[in-house]
């Protein structure tokens, strides 16, 4: 549990990290949009590598898919705050999340905008001809496909519940 300093002596520098780690953790395990975001921020990322993106092009993205990320890391913290705070529907509470969703939504358009200008350009579809030539690389683009879709709608702790064995809760 965090501690804000107060109470129960100081607090290391990993102490931070790992509580930021967690935050994370606990967003990608009970969030599904945010695996949406990070699955579409590795195909952004891989297209952008295989095109050969310069620096500067990558250093953008990059400050993009933060923006993203965060955008809904902090969606999720308001939406967890206001159900904590409040237990049954209340219409002010919903203006208040629906004024956090809207700006992940807004943060998303222009990060769409910006992957636009950066990889809509020939290099794409060179890349996508390229692997859709040869069987194998078609084949394992198609398996990672797969395993993001699984990963986005079935999220971690169920995949991790069907290697283990254990059912459904």
């Given at each position: ?156 702790q169920r995949i991790a519940d069907w290697f283990s064995g254990k059912k459904k809760r």
């Amino acid at each position: 549990m965090a501690n804000s300093g107060g109470q129960g002596g100081k607090r290391t520098l990993i102490d931070s990290f790992a509580d930021a780690f967690r935050g994370i953790w606990d967003c990608i395990r009970s969030e599904r949009n945010m695996r949406i975001h990070l699955s579409a921020c590795c195909g952004v990322l891989f297209f952008a590598v295989r095109m050969g993106l310069s620096r500067g092009e990558l250093a953008c993205l990059a400050l993009t898919i933060g923006m993203v990320v965060s955008a809904e890391a902090m969606n999720t913290a308001v939406e967890k705050l206001c159900d904590f705070t409040q237990k049954h529907w209340n219409p002010r509470i919903r203006v208040i999340k629906d004024i956090a969703a809207g700006a992940v939504l807004l943060t998303a358009l222009a990060a769409v905008l910006v992957g636009a200008v950066l990889l809509f350009r020939p290099a794409l579809w060179q890349a996508l001809c390229e692997i859709c030539r040869k069987p194998l690389s078609l084949a394992v683009f198609l398996l990672v496909v797969a395993a993001d879709l699984v990963f986005i709608f079935a999220g971690p702790q169920r995949i991790a519940d069907w290697f283990s064995g254990k059912k459904k809760r």
